[in-house]
């Protein structure tokens, strides 16, 4: 599991992921889910895991990252 944050980039959400050991820091996620996330958690900060695309051969495999648990911001403090 790593700690990532939603950030939105030209009206697209992402979630930044700074601390996995790949090259890819950045993956995409729906807008729906992103709105949802941060509506209701008041927190733009979630737990992810790397799931790893078959589609691509290259050198660099590609993930996708699953949000498995928003957290609340209530307690947390930016450590950035």
Not at 37 to 65: F, M, N, W
């Amino acid at each position: 599991m790593y700690l990532g944050e939603i950030v939105n980039i030209d009206n697209s959400y992402f979630v930044y992921v700074p601390s996995v050991p790949v090259k890819q820091k950045v993956y995409p996620m729906s807008s729906i889910q992103a709105m949802n996330i941060i509506d209701h958690q008041d927190s733009r900060i979630v737990e992810v895991v790397l799931i790893p695309k078959h589609e691509e051969l290259d050198e660099q495999p590609e993930y996708t990252a699953r949000i498995i648990n928003p957290l609340n911001n209530n307690n947390e403090k930016d450590s950035h």
